[in-house]
């Protein structure tokens, strides 16, 4: 994911995907919905990590996005590209791909590095602490997370701390999953991290119900530049 020639040879192969779909007699608008959906997602997946390195393109990816934009345009146009089946996120970075690719480029770039620090002051906030580290969330913001500290040598993982009891006992990775009362009770001066992109206020309600310290609570969210 981080050789220009990628993003280019993607996009034969969504060429080579859009004739098969004309010359089908059966497809419907949701083929469409999903043949736009997935070209976004990977212009997004191809730029991102190119842009990690520099504020632009290498040249051959620059070139070639000038015809996934094109595409875009069409796909707006006919009407099977929306924020309802996108996300809003994703919607509003086509229109502003469409509008100026510059711009385009320029907010990815600045939102990407934005990102990486956010993680790069996480790490750096756990290292200093020096404790054990319980994950709150063991769903996927909580898997994404332990990838993160294990690949920046955090070692001193604990747990993952979650409230579905059907999880309790299971092993995730090469760590328990335990019921968040039974770690606050058994530790109470460990680092807990909520990874938990939807429920973070009622989780941090109750770590605070359960007398953790706030200077040992942090928060993490997806932001997909884990890998």
Known sequence: MKKPSGLVKDFYEYMFIKRYLLERKDIT?????????????????????????????????NSILNEYIEELKEGLTK???????????????????IKSKELYLMNLYERIHSFLYYQECLVKWIKERKKHIVIIGAGRCGKRLYTVLKRNGINMIYAFGDNNVKLYGQIL????????EKLCSEH????????????YMDLLRQLKKN?????????????????
């Open 29 to 61: 608008r949701e083929h469409w919905w999903a043949y736009f959906g997935k070209m976004i997602w990977s212009v997004h997946t191809w730029c991102s990590n190119l842009l990690v390195v520099g504020k632009e393109l290498p040249a051959e990816a």
């Open 79 to 97: 009407g099977y590209i929306s924020p309802s089946k996108l996300g809003f996120d994703l919607y509003c970075e086509v229109l502003t791909a």
């Open 173 to 180: 990775f090469d760590k328990e999953i335990v019921s968040i």
């Open 188 to 199: 109470p001066d460990f680092l807990y991290i909520i990874a938990n992109n939807t429920d």
């Open 211 to 227: 007398r953790i310290a706030e200077n040992n609570i942090q928060y993490y969210r997806i932001t997909e530049m884990e890998f």
